[in-house]
T-cell receptor, first 112, second 115 residues
Framework: NAGVTQTPKFRVLKTGQSMTLLCAQDMNHEYMYWYRQDPGMGLRLIHYSVGEGTTAKGEVPDGYNVSRLKKQNFLLGLESAAPSQTSVYFC???????????FGPGTRLTVL | DQQVKQNSPSLSVQEGRISILNCDYTNSMFDYFLWYKKYPAEGPTFLISISSIKDKNEDGRFTVFLNKSAKHLSLHIVPSQPGDSAVYFCATTPYSGAGSYQLTFGKGTKLSVIP
């Protein structure tokens, strides 16, 4: 039981490049989330999903797209990376609204 | 405007003593409060929570206190151990559940427990 895993762990991009971050969970959770954490800041929600095939915007969605084609996977895409997107990205999942969110180890992304 | 404030970026405590981490919030609609703990290079892990209908919740060495009138939350760790050294995040939601997509996090307090 791996819990929540994230791929890759580190990535360096040049401005304008695109990439996809993969989050996978093996707990059969309905809800999945993408957060970003900037230095000296709390986690902020980018997008979330309340089930397979559904996605919704969070607090800071601009510049990102997401997809939840399979229940266990939640993908975060950057179409044209900007230096302002340099951050640590965390994925989380929860069984439902009442259950705790379980976080992955994070992806450290640097955009030059 | 920060809705959840952790005004102490860092805290150092001697092993065996009490650690008190504080959190203030501004929105009276917040209904559920959580503390997460984060080690370097790892994701946050849930520690303890409290509903707005309670003023105290205890789990082993960890106790969370809620003062709704003051909009203040605190986490007490007794006794503190070196393994407690981590960043602690306070989080809240207007929903009565920890899995809410409307979790608002504070900036975190880095706790260092000195042996």
């Amino acid at each position: 039981n791996a819990g929540v895993t994230q791929t890759p762990k580190f990535r360096v991009l040049k401005t304008g490049q695109s990439m996809t971050l993969l989050c996978a969970q093996d707990m059969n959770h309905e809800y999945m989330y993408w957060y970003r954490q900037d230095p000296g800041m709390g986690l902020r929600l980018i997008h979330y999903s309340v089930g397979e095939g559904t996605t919704a915007k969070g607090e800071v969605p601009d510049g990102y797209n997401v997809s939840r084609l399979k229940k266990q996977n939640f993908l975060l895409g950057l179409e044209s990376a900007a230096p302002s997107q340099t951050s640590v990205y965390f994925c989380a999942s929860s069984r439902d609204l009442t259950d705790t969110q379980y976080f992955g180890p994070g992806t450290r992304l640097t955009v030059l | 405007d920060q809705q959840v404030k952790q005004n102490s970026p860092s805290l150092s405590v001697q092993e065996g003593r009490i650690s008190i981490l504080n959190c203030d919030y501004t929105n009276s609609m917040f209904d559920y409060f959580l503390w997460y703990k984060k080690y370097p290079a790892e994701g946050p892990t849930f520690l303890i929570s409290i509903s707005s209908i309670k003023d105290k919740n205890e789990d082993g060495r960890f106790t969370v206190f809620l003062n709704k009138s003051a909009k203040h939350l605190s986490l007490h760790i007794v006794p503190s151990q070196p393994g407690d050294s981590a960043v602690y995040f306070c989080a809240t939601t207007p929903y009565s559940g920890a899995g809410s997509y409307q979790l608002t996090f504070g900036k975190g307090t880095k706790l260092s427990v000195i042996p």
